[in-house]
């Protein structure tokens, strides 16, 4: 069996990588832990009051890639030391693009067995279940567990 995990930083993304870790553990079964890169969206002075529409194109940008890239290495890099501290062996990848389209065609392409996500990213939104978790749900043609 092979599961990708997908982890954003968050702490539910965490949890999803230690469950995971069980699982792989348990059930002998190889990890993918996959970060998927995609550029945010930034305000310019984000504690000032929101730009107007005449402001737009001088307050709003997107991140260099090269940023989003640096990130998820990092998070990529913090799930390796958790999966060598378990004795998990877990192979590591950057995807590109909106998450839920990328993980999914990953899964398809690589004949992954299962998907393992957090219920929450770090998106800030209150919800019970992210729109990450939510979407892998509709669109996933594989088992997804969301992890809380």
């Known amino acids: 069996m092979q599961y990708l995990v997908a982890v954003d930083g968050s702490e539910s993304s965490t949890e999803a990588l230690e469950h995971a870790l069980d699982v792989g553990e348990r059930a002998d079964a190889s990890l993918v832990v996959a970060y998927a890169v995609e550029p945010r969206v930034l305000v310019e002075d984000a504690e000032a009051e929101a730009?107007?529409?005449?402001?737009?194109?001088?307050?709003?940008?997107?991140?260099?890639?090269?940023?989003?890239?640096?990130?998820?290495?990092?998070?990529?890099?913090?799930a390796r030391e958790r999966a060598a501290d378990a004795d998990v062996d877990v192979e590591t990848t950057l995807l590109y693009g909106d998450p839920v389209e990328s993980i999914v065609e990953y899964a398809?392409?690589?004949?992954?067995?299962?998907?393992?996500?957090?219920?929450?990213?770090?998106?800030?939104?209150?919800?019970i279940v992210g729109s990450v978790a939510k979407g892998l749900v509709e669109k996933a043609t594989v088992p997804v567990t969301v992890v809380k």
């Open 51 to 78: 730009p107007t529409h005449s402001e737009v194109g001088e307050r709003i940008y997107t991140e260099d890639i090269e940023v989003a890239e640096r990130r998820g290495q990092e998070v990529l890099d913090d």
């Open 108 to 127: 398809d392409e690589e004949a992954i067995d299962g998907i393992i996500v957090g219920h929450r990213g770090l998106s800030g939104r209150v919800e």
